[in-house]
Structure formats: structure tokens, C-alpha cells
């Protein structure tokens, strides 16, 4: 086993890292940016070490620094978190010649995943299934004809060297199609000088299901059941759960093998997520994440399997820690991501001083933060601050408790997206499972942004008097201290 | 006396008269807990809020997981019937920040909507658009590009229209 891990990462999942690495008996590094000198990672590890500056590309995100900080604490591993450079394969080999053990993947499938082509290829000469289309760019408008009609509409135009939706265009009718076909081609010509176009089946509305993966670096492969992350905001997650209940049992195990078998394809180890689209009978191999995911507490909740310290111990070079047939689905969890944004002024990140907090609590509550009440929130980097998640017997059970202990959140100082996650998450549809990937971006909330609020007109009136009544000459004023009281002399006794 | 009370984000607006108030405070009880923290207690209800102050002078109020943005403005006795008919008035718009003047964005005369830029300021490299707090005309303007100003110069009159 390690002795001392380094972690590449700061916030929330660098704190749950550490506690992992404490569990474990290991000694923590933990590396931070001028700005993030007080925050709360950089307090709770054994060592410490400073990267000078704090754009990413200095800090948390420089090969040779990090190199240097594990060289300096003799660290013999590193986790990397998520984000930052956890999916960078020439870190991992730069890590892993330099002697020194990057616990994920190997940089290999990290980088055969990483390219979208390839990976799709692979998995369709794996029968995992694709979206299903071209592989190679059309220009002519008879085979484009002929394609769509096989595919079936509705169909997605996209451009070759594409990105950020532009090219993209989606085509419900044949009539429409060679209209749209000269439109995209224009638009990619205009945008990346490339009028090439693949032609791809288009799902509506389609749900998000991901399923973790867990394999050790002696072939066995085990999965952890889905997550089901439909509610996202422009391709980033906001409320994710597990299990997902739109998937019947039988289309949950022929998810899970789905997944197995894109796994074993990349000659996947370590912990991974295999990203699939749902249309609600078949599943379309997405993407996959070559690391552990922000949302992993939720099916922590519900296996009872902590994956970071599953990560660390299959990195150390031993076995999985569990058989599949042990790993049973109990209960319901659900999880709100809690971002500096703001969530009236179109999502804008927020930053500040945090003035005031409270973590929630409770039965079957679960805070994983990245900060506390002397943390600043910095500009440079995600503006994730912590994460909610709700255990319950059931979904119903898990929403109420999720939603109480929203409300007894206090962090003040930044604007936080925590009242539309108590909007999502006590809206009807929520309720009754009936969203898709889609749902929040079609509210258009960039033009009509404050649609989705809605207040007692009561409360609001009340809460406007309450706020004439104080006086604002008031507020900053310091309330006396309680007088300290003397220390008692047990805390360096034993207890037997 | 009264008390205009905006919530910003949600784009309401009470008007709550200094004699309301007098019965109101009788019958609620505040307690500061910290620096940004009450607890009112009225007929037994808790209302267990946060109060902090954001960089343009506005109220930031938390309670039970919601965030409200608000504007309080005190409006004199004589002047307040004709505020609440919303007639004509002359609305000062100053800077919540020292900064540059780096862009103006409207003209004398120009009719403009509530959250229509007027003017930028540059403060710590970061560009600030001065959005007009009410629907009116540009009846001045008190600066030009280039100019440094004060927190809370003047920085244009807008009449208001109905």
C-alpha cells in the first residue's frame, strides 16, 4: 500500500480524497495556488506544498510543479480528482515513467476514450451500441439522401471539425433535409473553413443513464449500477440519482453488460463511468469518463462501496475488494451540485468571501464541501463548492430529505444556484420522473431568465417589512463574545 | 415616511408605510446572532434570515435556501403619492463603485427601459455595465468617457414614463 499520496486537485472532491487517504492510513499532500493558500484542502492534509501563481495553467494543472511537490514530500502516488488534468494521458505517463504511481487508468485507454472517433469504432466492433450513422463525411446529396432514409428521421446534421453546436443542425423530414444539408455546410465552411458533414440519428429528448465501472489490474471488472443525471444545464450536471428509475430490470442488465463490455474494450482499470443516452427502449454508448465523478456519492450511498478508496487500493496493485453478486441496490440516493452562479443572472459565477455557513445535517444526509466559513471563493477556477446528497428508502424519501437540508444551507457571501435546485427538485415533473437532457435548456432561461420563480406573496411582504425594520447602520455590528471558559484537562488523558 | 422595497430578482416592489411599520416592529422581536445573522420571532414564527450587503449596494437576503436581491429605497412623506402613481420624477443614477468611465452608452434624450445599459465602468480590470434603474429619458448625462468617479457620483438623470 502507499505511503504518502499527493493530491493534484483542490475543492470538494481534494477533501474527499483526503479523507479516503486518512481511512486508509495514508499520509495526504495536498498542493495549492496563492489564492487557495487558506482553503479548506490545503488545511485538512498531513503536508501542504505552495505552486506559485493562480491561473490553473501554473498551478493545479503544471506536470513539472506537481512532479516536484510529491518529489519534495516523497509522495509515492497521486490522485488527480476530476477535472484538471484527471483525463490528461501524457500526465499519466509522465507520472508513471517518473516512478511515481497515477492512481486511474492507464494512459492508454485514457487516451483511445479521449478521441471521439476511435471510441466510437471501437465500441461498435465491441456491439456496444452507437448512435448510429456516418463514420466518414458526405458531400454529395444522394448518398445523404440515401443514409438519412436508412438511419430515419429525425436525423442531426453535424459539422466534421464541429463544436459548441455550430453546424448542427437537426432535420425532422426528407423534405427539409438537402435545405439543411446546404445550410450546415455553410455554417462549418463559415466556422472551421471544413464544409464536411457526418449525418447521425438525432434522440429526442433523450435521458442521460451512466454506470460505474470498477476494475482491477488483473481483468476483473465489476459495475456499481447507474446513475441517472438527466437534469443537466447546457451539458453540465445538476441533479443526478441512482438508481434510475426510468429502466425496466431488463433493460438495466443489458445496460450493465453494455458497460462491462465497453470497459473491457479499452482494457479498462480503475474506477470509469460509461455514459449512455436513453430513449427510453434502447441505450447509446455516449462517451466514457476515465475517472471518478463528481456524482460518485450517490452510488456510494446505495452499494455501500466507497470507490475513491476502491481507487486507491486497485492502484496499489490489489484485487477488487468485493464480488459482483455481493453489491445490491439499497434504497434511493440523489445528489445537488452547489455552484457559485447565479442562478438569476444567467448563471454568471459568483465570488467572494464567504460571510456565514452552515453545513446540513440529519439522517441519510451527506455534505461534501470544499469549503467552510473562512474559505474565499476564487475566480479562476470551477465554481463547484460543494455537494448535497440525500440517502432515503425510497426516491420520494430521498427528495424530501434533500430538499429540508437545502433549506437549512446557509452559505452566504456568494450567490449560489441552491434556489433552483430546490425549484428542480420540487417541481411536479421532478416528482414524477417526467424530464429529459433537454428540458433545461428548452426553458430558454438566458432570455426569460426568472420564469421558473415563483413566490408567496405573503412571505415576500413579510420578509420586506422585516428588512425595513432593521436597521442597516446595524448590520456589521459585532455581537459581544461569550467569555471563554476555562479548558478542562481530559483531552490529553486516554479514555481507559 | 415609506419604505420602497425592490426584490430584484424577481421583479416586485412593496411600498410599506412607516406607520405599518411602528405596529409591525411592536410585534416582532430581531436578535442579531452574528455580524450577517437574525432570528425574528413573530406570533411564534422563526424567520431565521441572513443579511449581506453585494458590491452594488444592494441587499442580499437568505431565507430557507432562497436568495433575494434588494434595493431599499426611503421615500420622503410629500413625495410619495406621486411616486406611487408613478408620475414623472427625476431619477438620480449613481456609480456603485469608484471607477473609469469607460463607455457611455446612451444619449441626451433617448428613451430607454429599465435594465438598458447607459454607461461602463472599469473597476479592478473588470467592465461594469450601468443598467437604467427605471423605464425613462435621458434628461442628462453627468460624466463623459474617460473621466474617474467617485462611489456614488452622479452619473446621469433619467425622467421617468410611464
Known sequence: ?496 | MITKVEIQNLIKEFFIKNDDLKDFGQSIDIKQLSKNYYICKKDNQILEIVLDKDDQDNILLYFRGQIFIIKTTTILFENNSKNLKGQKTDILVKSPMPGLISKILANVGDKVSKGMGLLKIEAMKMENEIKSPINGFVESIKVSEGVVVEKNAILMVIKARD
Open chain 1, 1 to 496: 500500500m502507499f505511503k504518502k499520496i499527493l493530491i493534484a486537485n483542490r475543492g470538494e472532491i481534494a477533501v474527499r480524497i483526503i479523507r479516503a487517504c486518512k481511512e486508509l492510513g495514508i499520509k495526504t499532500v495536498a498542493i495549492y495556488s496563492d489564492i487557495d493558500e487558506k482553503a479548506l484542502h490545503a488545511r485538512l492534509a498531513d503536508e501542504a506544498i505552495p505552486l506559485r501563481g493562480n491561473t490553473a495553467t501554473e498551478t493545479y494543472l503544471n506536470f513539472e510543479k506537481i512532479l516536484g511537490a510529491a518529489r519534495k514530500t516523497k509522495a509515492d502516488a497521486i490522485h488527480p480528482g476530476y477535472g484538471f488534468l484527471s483525463e490528461n494521458p501524457d500526465f499519466i505517463k509522465f507520472i508513471n515513467d517518473a516512478g511515481l504511481k497515477f492512481i486511474g487508468p492507464s494512459d492508454y485507454s485514457v487516451r483511445l476514450m479521449g478521441n471521439k472517433v476511435a471510441a466510437r469504432e471501437l465500441m461498435k466492433k465491441n456491439n456496444v451500441p452507437i448512435v448510429e450513422g456516418t463514420l466518414e463525411p458526405i458531400s454529395d446529396k444522394e448518398r445523404l439522401l440515401y443514409e438519412a432514409e436508412k438511419i430515419g428521421f429525425p436525423v442531426l446534421i453535424k459539422a466534421a471539425a464541429g463544436g459548441g453546436g455550430k453546424g448542427m443542425r437537426v432535420v425532422y423530414s426528407k423534405d427539409e433535409l438537402i435545405k439543411s444539408f446546404e445550410l450546415a455546410q455553410s455554417e462549418a465552411e463559415k466556422s472551421f473553413k471544413d464544409k464536411s458533414v457526418f449525418i447521425e440519428k438525432y434522440i429526442l429528448n433523450p435521458k442521460h443513464i451512466e454506470v460505474q465501472i470498477i476494475a482491477d489490474e488483473f481483468g476483473n471488472y465489476r459495475h456499481l449500477f447507474e446513475r441517472e443525471c438527466s437534469l443537466q444545464r447546457r451539458y453540465q450536471k445538476i441533479i443526478e440519482e441512482s438508481p434510475s428509475i426510468s429502466i425496466s430490470d431488463q433493460q438495466r442488465e443489458k445496460l450493465l453488460e453494455n458497460a462491462i463490455n465497453a470497459a473491457k474494450a479499452c482494457e479498462y482499470y480503475n474506477a470509469g463511468t460509461v455514459e449512455f443516452l436513453f430513449d427510453g427502449e434502447n441505450f447509446y454508448f455516449l462517451e466514457m469518463n476515465t475517472r471518478v465523478q463528481v456524482e460518485h456519492p450517490v452510488t456510494e450511498m446505495i452499494t455501500g462501496i466507497d470507490i475513491i478508496k476502491e481507487q486507491i487500493k486497485i492502484a496499489s496493485g490489489e484485487k477488487i475488494s468485493f464480488d459482483q453478486a455481493q453489491i445490491k441496490i439499497n434504497g434511493h440516493a440523489i445528489e445537488a451540485r452547489i455552484y457559485a452562479e447565479n442562478p438569476f443572472e444567467n448563471f454568471i459565477p459568483s465570488f467572494g468571501k464567504i460571510k456565514e455557513y452552515r453545513q446540513p445535517s440529519g439522517f441519510g444526509i451527506r455534505f461534501e464541501s470544499g469549503i467552510d466559513k473562512y474559505s474565499e471563493i476564487p475566480i479562476y477556477y470551477d465554481p463547484i463548492l460543494a455537494k448535497l446528497i440525500a440517502w432515503g428508502r425510497n426516491r420520494e424519501e430521498a427528495r424530501i430529505r434533500l430538499v429540508n437540508a437545502l433549506k437549512e444551507t446557509i452559505i452566504a457571501g456568494v450567490i449560489t444556484n441552491i434556489p433552483f435546485n430546490l425549484w428542480l427538485l420540487e417541481n411536479e415533473d421532478f416528482i414524477q420522473n417526467k424530464f429529459h437532457t433537454q428540458c433545461i435548456n428548452q426553458l430558454k432561461l438566458e432570455e426569460n431568465d426568472l420564469n421558473w420563480l415563483k413566490f408567496n406573496e405573503e412571505d415576500l411582504l413579510e420578509l420586506s417589512k422585516v428588512i425595513s425594520s432593521i436597521k442597516f447602520s446595524d448590520m456589521g455590528k459585532k455581537t459581544k463574545s461569550v467569555d471563554q471558559q476555562p479548558k478542562s484537562k481530559w483531552i490529553n488523558r486516554r479514555i481507559l
